[in-house]
């Protein structure tokens, strides 16, 4: 059996739809069409908060934190993914592979932590509506972006790191149409046991973490609402939080859903996987910007005003 050590630099093959390459021209359809989606739907939320004054709060900041993750989470797999469904282009480097990891990864801890300061400032506007701005001042908002890059950088750079000193079998055929942590450490002919204790952990401490945090600041949430003694009031602080816990539960499902395909579903057929990792990617980035625009009434004035603008120039 031949073995690819690290300084060798091994190149690997991505996988597309198993069973289905005859029909990658078709399937990229669909996939260009939610790419297209996410990146219009996502820009339209950042140019709405940055141009738009009514716009310029708290929540609306994190918003557009979400949204710039979500547009860079899809950069960092569309290269791979369409060079497979329209031009069979599968092999990718160690040094590339290591690389468009740690950016999905990156940029998927990033959105836990977005969610989970979207969360706070929920919970902070409910429970103490006359100190928002007080606490979430610009400089905070600020220092709690720079917390989310620089927790999900420390986080991820050991899991780089161990990857580099394994070394891989002659088997290199990836699963996913990117790369993906425990993909690629199980093609690894060293003993993988460090690399998936951390991977368990980084995921543990990042968005297992964020997960309950976030569930804390709903308790508080709900228990402050049930103090209201109106019901239209109650009614009107629930509804603020519908469009948070819709992102909340389209990002966390489809991520525990797929590391649990990883670490337990060895005998699940070979494209439940690639389904359920394409939903994790894809699936956020699109529905995230339909979401805040359908359930927000200031975005949804402020592309109404956009509109009305472009019209009355013509």
Same mark, same amino acid.
């Given at each position: 059996m031949s073995i690819f050590h690290n300084s060798t630099s091994p190149t690997f093959l991505l996988t597309g739809?198993?069973?289905?390459?005859?029909?990658?021209?078709? *399937?990229?359809?669909?996939?260009?069409?939610?790419?297209?989606?996410a990146f219009s739907g996502n820009t339209l939320i950042l140019f709405m908060v940055l141009t738009e004054p009514s716009l310029h709060e708290p929540m609306y900041y994190?918003?557009?934190?979400?949204?710039?993750?979500?547009? &860079?989470?899809?950069?960092?797999?569309?290269?791979?993914?369409?060079? /497979?469904?329209?031009?069979?282009?599968?092999? *990718?480097?160690?040094? &590339?592979?290591?690389?468009?990891?740690?950016?999905?990864?990156?940029?998927?801890?990033?959105?836990?932590?977005?969610l989970l300061a979207m969360a706070f400032d929920r919970f902070v506007a409910i429970s103490h509506p006359l100190r928002y701005a007080a606490i979430l001042t610009h400089a905070r908002i600020a220092q709690i972006g720079l917390a989310v890059v620089t927790r999900g950088t420390v986080i991820l750079m050991p899991l780089v790191l161990l990857l580099k000193r394994l070394s891989f079998c002659h088997n290199r055929v990836l699963h996913? $149409?990117?790369?993906?942590? +425990?993909?690629?450490?199980?093609?690894?002919?060293s003993d993988t046991?460090?690399?998936?204790?951390?991977?368990?952990?980084?995921?543990?401490? !990042?968005?297992?973490?964020?997960? *309950?945090?976030i569930l804390l600041s709903y308790v508080l949430i709900i228990r402050s609402v049930l103090s209201i003694a109106s019901?239209?009031? #109650?009614?009107?602080?629930?509804?603020?939080?519908?469009?948070? /816990?819709? &992102?909340?539960l389209?990002?966390?499902?489809?991520?525990?859903?797929? $590391?649990?395909?990883? #670490?337990?579903?060895?005998?699940?057929?070979?494209?439940? +996987? !690639?389904?359920?990792?394409?939903?994790?990617?894809?699936?956020? +980035?699109?529905?995230?910007?339909?979401?805040?625009?359908?359930k927000t009434k200031k975005i949804q004035k402020a592309v109404l005003k956009l509109i009305c603008s472009k019209e009355s120039n013509f």
């Open positions: 739809v198993p069973g289905l390459e005859w029909a990658h021209a078709w *399937i990229s359809i669909p996939f260009c069409c939610l790419y297209v989606t994190f918003l557009s934190m979400l949204s710039t993750t979500d547009i &860079a989470l899809c950069f960092s797999t569309l290269v791979t993914v369409l060079g /497979i469904f329209w031009l069979n282009a599968r092999e *990718i480097s160690f040094n &590339a592979c290591l690389s468009q990891m740690f950016f999905i990864h990156l940029f998927t801890f990033m959105e836990s932590s977005v996913h $149409s990117y790369c993906f942590h +425990p993909d690629v450490m199980k093609l690894s002919c046991k460090i690399n998936s204790a951390f991977g368990l952990t980084a995921i543990i401490s !990042t968005a297992g973490v964020d997960s *309950i945090f019901p239209e009031e #109650r009614k009107k602080a629930f509804s603020t939080c519908i469009s948070h /816990i819709t &992102a909340v389209i990002f966390y499902i489809p991520l525990i859903s797929l $590391s649990f395909v990883h #670490r337990f579903g060895k005998h699940a057929p070979p494209y439940v +996987p !690639t389904l359920i990792a394409n939903i994790y990617l894809l699936i956020p +980035p699109v529905m995230n910007p339909i979401i805040y625009s359908v």
